[in-house]
């Protein structure tokens, strides 16, 4: 009995921080918003940098190698609605600069990137 105890209470403790994880994952913030970026191009993607602010701060977030056809979502901790800076620099040197998503107020938005 001490057995089947010792080797359950690891399990059930592994059990309960996947459990509480994922249900933090599954929940969607009541600030901020999804943006999901997809290379519609057929050369890789070597970063994309987003600039957003509003009176009380700035952020900028970076993220890499986004391959064609491939998808990335990101988390922004910014208000839809206000827009922002994006940033794309592709395999190969081509660039590219928008400001994007200043007139929506949807909280999951999908940008397709293409040169």
């Known amino acids: 009995m001490k057995k089947l105890l010792l080797f359950s ?3 059930l403790i592994i059990g309960l921080v ?7 994952y599954l929940q969607q913030p009541s600030a901020g918003m999804y943006v999901t970026f997809e290379n519609q191009d057929s ?5 994309i940098q987003l600039n957003f602010g ?8 970076l993220t890499l190698r986004l391959a064609p056809g ?3 979502l990101l988390l922004l901790n910014h208000d839809p609605g206000l827009g922002f800076n994006v940033s794309v620099r592709y395999a ?3 660039s590219q600069e928008f400001c994007a ?3 929506d107020d949807q909280r999951q938005q999908t940008i397709a990137l293409r040169r």
């Open 9 to 11: 209470l690891p399990a």
């Open 18 to 24: 996947m459990g509480s994880g994922l249900n933090h």
């Open 43 to 47: 050369v890789m993607i070597e970063s």
């Open 54 to 61: 509003n009176a009380n701060g700035q952020s900028d977030l």
């Open 70 to 72: 491939e998808q990335r």
């Open 92 to 94: 190969g040197g081509d």
């Open 101 to 103: 998503r200043q007139s």
